[in-house]
């Protein structure tokens, strides 16, 4: 069985401070890794993935996460937030062999102050 | 064009009630899920249906019955409501195969029980 830790349950920043969401996870098996992202009121956007190849991946609105299998994490990391990044953030995971539900995270809210 | 799409967005009814989800997808996917986000945002995956079988079910109570009619719909029959079953509850896909474990979501069903 899988689990993943979001350590932090809120993070507040200021608009332009470079923000870090952290995740650990536990697995036996290999997994795949993901980073989800709810808007307020809304459904769940897929912001980024690890499937294989490069540990560190990157999204189109500048976030990016590391995978790093020796200390089972995948950090999620922005040089410079902005207010429309406010949301709740999830990290997942799946396992790359079965029936690939997602496990989640409990989620951090990310919290920009202008 | 909505990749997934759910049916209502919002629901609200009373303590004994039986209620339908419907959750529709036009991504060509071979795998449906439903999952639960309680008041807390914690996510959990319900039920999953791949090629319209039940693959995946969660201890859920029995009167949760998911249907499949065919690959591209997975709906969510809810027996006697009870005020515990208020949540969110989010429909995905996604296509099994190795490196395409990505689910997408659906906007999601406030399901409210008086």
């Known amino acids: 069985a899988q689990s993943v830790t979001q350590l932090d349950s809120q993070v507040p920043v200021f608009e332009e401070a470079p923000v870090e969401l952290r995740c650990n996870y536990s697995?036996?098996?290999?997994?795949?890794l993901f980073w989800y992202v709810q808007y307020p009121n809304q459904g769940l956007q897929l912001l980024l993935k690890?499937?294989?190849?490069?540990?560190l991946v990157e999204s189109i609105n500048g976030f990016e996460a590391e995978f790093n299998k020796s200390q089972t994490s995948f950090h999620l990391r922005k040089p410079s937030v902005h207010i429309s990044d406010t949301a709740e953030y999830f990290c997942?995971?799946?396992?790359?062999?079965?029936?690939?539900?997602?496990?989640f995270g409990q989620g951090t809210r990310l919290t920009i102050n202008p | 064009d909505t990749a997934v799409s759910q049916t209502p967005k919002y629901l609200v009814t009373q303590m004994g009630n039986d209620k339908s989800i419907k959750c529709e997808q036009n991504?060509?996917?071979?795998?449906m899920y439903w999952y639960k986000q309680d008041s807390k945002k914690f996510l959990k995956i319900m039920f999953s249906?791949?090629?319209?079988?039940?693959?995946i079910n969660e201890t859920v109570p029995n009167r949760f019955s998911p249907k499949s009619p065919d690959k591209a719909h997975l709906n969510l029959h809810i027996n006697s409501l009870e005020l515990g079953d208020s949540a969110v509850y989010f429909c995905?896909?996604?296509?099994?195969?190795?490196?395409?474990?990505?689910?997408?979501f659906g906007p999601g069903t406030r399901l409210l029980v008086l």
């Open positions: 995905a896909s996604s296509q099994t195969g190795q490196g395409r474990a990505t689910q997408y």
């Open positions: 697995s036996s098996v290999s997994v795949y």
């Open positions: 690890y499937l294989s190849g490069s540990t």
């Open positions: 997942a995971v799946s396992e790359v062999q079965g029936a690939q539900k997602l496990v």
């Open positions: 991504l060509g996917h071979d795998t």
């Open positions: 249906y791949n090629n319209k079988e039940l693959i």
